[in-house]
């Protein structure tokens, strides 16, 4: 060792000052990473990125630290902690945010007054410590814009992709141009009975309000459905307050795994949103011949349970011609879904920079479109543009029909279409040919008109066939068209205004227990962004990047949980 090795004694300790041969002992040759480079120093480097775009991905981030560092290559797991490291730098750590989710909510509550909100937490072993249950929240502008909306919303749920596991829960409205207008939002552990009563008695209660019928559309999750035979949450559908229709574009996932039958999905599709009931039996005639499985599905899907054989047939909740107009032509819940698509990222943030995000998107939805609504009211439109663009469309086809009264103190009318596309049975095969049509359309004063058609009483706007009328008598086409649509209440709809709820060092101080997380949600292993694919992006052959492996237990789960006490801290109104 004296031989090759200069070393000094100090002490007790031995010091290897030099050596006199070449070091001959190396590292891997494809070890890239190295040890001072650490998550902190990553997430200093891609902060400033994160912050414009939260779009980022990994591999993004490896790129941007390549570019600052350019022979190391960090592992995976490293450029994912550095990346929650940013995220908590950027929108406060996923810990301190539920401490701080009420002090903002309350700050929101001050400026934009008539905002609502309420949390839930269950006690933890610690003193003065809570832990995180359930959030809902609704801004006071979305609120006041209840009673401009057609009585119609959708709700749906999504996954969040943070840190913590939970669902983001979602009610959305309609304006007049057929624009989305989220009404409340909501974060739960999962989707299941007690969560979906708590969200949608606190609905009622809160936003939408006792008393007023509205139509709700959904998917045909269990959880959901039990909602509506509960008599003491507020959506009780045999009680009057409400009806509860199903999304289409879900059925026509779940006939797709019946079936696998490309051509009987777009009939389906077709035919679900057909509003004259001539066009309907022609279409399910089509899918029978193609599919009869498929129509025995459709005729039991409506039922709360599918397989009950002494459970009548509900057509009303999936076909529009049967929907008795509670729709208003409604026919998805893809408004709550696309708001999905909308925080797809903020999902992926702290809770209260989710908050955050809804403020900050209301805002730009309320400066544009009141924006937008007041130019069309200022140019002295009288209906929303959607429907001004559409009674000129219907307009030019009633130019070419042909009237008869059966006397005008009757207000009964015909309504001749020239060359229309009717269908004509010949043995065991249906054929469609180009003929004369007849409709019959009655029209009293002070009441909504009717045609055989009955696309007036599904959508509160005037068919071709009533303007036909119209034009022949002289009537004033505006007196037909639902108020649900003018431009005045469109304007109406955005006209709350949003107000600026300050620093954080200006908030309402919060006076309680510290609200902590649930460590029981903590995600393990790698983030799930993406939903995982249905049946009808395979068969439309949509690409959708990486997708999760999200199980798909909490789609499955009944009410069985809708025991669960509500005996917990409540904070906020």
């Known amino acids: 060792m004296e031989a090759i090795w200069k070393i000094n004694q100090i002490g007790s300790s031995w010091k290897i000052q030099t050596c006199q041969y070449p070091h001959t002992c190396r590292a891997p040759a494809d070890r890239f990473d190295h040890a001072q480079l650490t998550a902190t120093i990553i ?15 990994i591999m ?42 009420t002090s903002l909510l309350e700050a929101m509550k001050v400026s934009n007054l008539g905002t609502k909100y309420q949390l839930l937490s269950n006690p933890t072993t610690h003193e003065g410590r809570r832990a995180f249950k359930c959030l809902a929240w609704a801004f006071g502008p979305c609120i006041e814009s209840v009673p401009h909306l057609r009585p119609v919303i959708s709700i749906d749920a999504s996954f969040l992709s943070g840190r913590y596991q939970g669902r983001l829960l979602i009610a959305c409205g309609y304006d007049a141009e057929n624009k989305l207008l989220p009404l409340a939002f909501a974060i739960v552990e999962k989707e299941d009975s007690a969560n979906w009563g708590w969200f949608m008695r606190w609905l009622r209660k809160e936003v939408i309000g006792f008393g007023k019928f509205m139509c709700v559309v959904s998917d045909r999750h269990k959880a959901i459905k039990w909602v509506f035979k509960q008599p003491h949450i507020g959506w009780n559908e045999s009680g009057g307050e409400c009806v509860h229709r199903f999304c289409s574009q879900h059925i026509a996932e779940n006939l797709y795994k019946q079936c696998k039958n490309d051509e009987v999905i777009k009939t389906f599709k077709w ?5 004259k009931p001539r066009r309907f039996a022609e279409g399910m005639d089509a899918i029978t011949q193609s599919c009869p499985d498929a129509t025995d599905y459709l005729k039991n899907v409506g039922k709360y349970r599918q397989e009950d054989k002494d459970e009548s047939d509900k057509p009303e909740k999936v076909f529009q011609c049967f929907d008795g107009g509670y729709r208003w032509g409604i026919m998805t819940s893809n408004g709550s879904e696309s708001l999905n698509n909308v925080f797809k990222y903020s999902r992926r943030l702290p809770i209260t920079a989710i908050v955050e995000e809804t403020f900050n998107k209301y805002l730009e ?16 439109k009288m209906w929303s543009e959607r429907v001004e663009n559409l009674l000129v469309k219907r307009g030019n086809k009633a130019g070419s029909m042909h009237v008869t009264s059966y006397g005008d103190e009757g207000g ?55 303007l036909a009328v119209c034009k022949h008598r002289n009537f004033n086409e505006n007196q037909f068209i639902h108020p649900y649509y003018s431009a005045s209440t469109l304007a109406n709809t955005w006209s709350g205004q949003f107000h600026p709820y300050g620093n954080q060092n200006e908030w309402p101080p919060y006076v309680g227990p510290i609200i902590v997380p649930d460590q029981r949600l903590i995600q393990q292993g790698r983030r799930r962004h993406n939903r995982i694919p249905m049946y009808m992006d395979e068969m439309q052959g949509r690409r959708l990047g ?19 006490p509500y005996n917990d801290l409540v904070i906020g109104i």
């Open 43 to 57: 997430a200093d480097v891609i902060r400033d990125d994160l912050k414009e775009n939260l779009e980022l991905s």
């Open 60 to 101: 993004s981030i490896r790129q941007l630290v390549r570019q600052r560092y350019k022979t190391v290559k960090p592992h995976y797991n490293k450029l994912w902690r550095g990346r929650e490291l940013a995220i908590a730098q950027l929108f406060g750590s996923w810990e301190e945010s539920y401490g701080l989710v």
């Open 271 to 275: 035919v679900v949103k057909k509003k």
């Open 365 to 380: 939805w309320f400066v544009d479109r009141r924006k937008f609504a007041l130019e069309h009211v200022n140019s002295r």
């Open 412 to 466: 009964e009318y015909e309504v001749k279409v020239d060359c229309e596309r009717v269908a004509v049975v010949q043995g065991n095969h249906t054929m469609y040919v180009r003929r004369d049509f007849k409709y019959k359309v009655i029209i009293h004063s002070n009441t909504p008109p009717m045609c055989e058609c009955l696309k007036p009483n599904l959508t509160g706007i005037p068919c071709a066939h009533v």
């Open 546 to 564: 990486h997708q999760a492996h999200r199980s798909t237990r909490d789609k499955n789960q009944s009410g069985a949980s809708s025991s669960r």
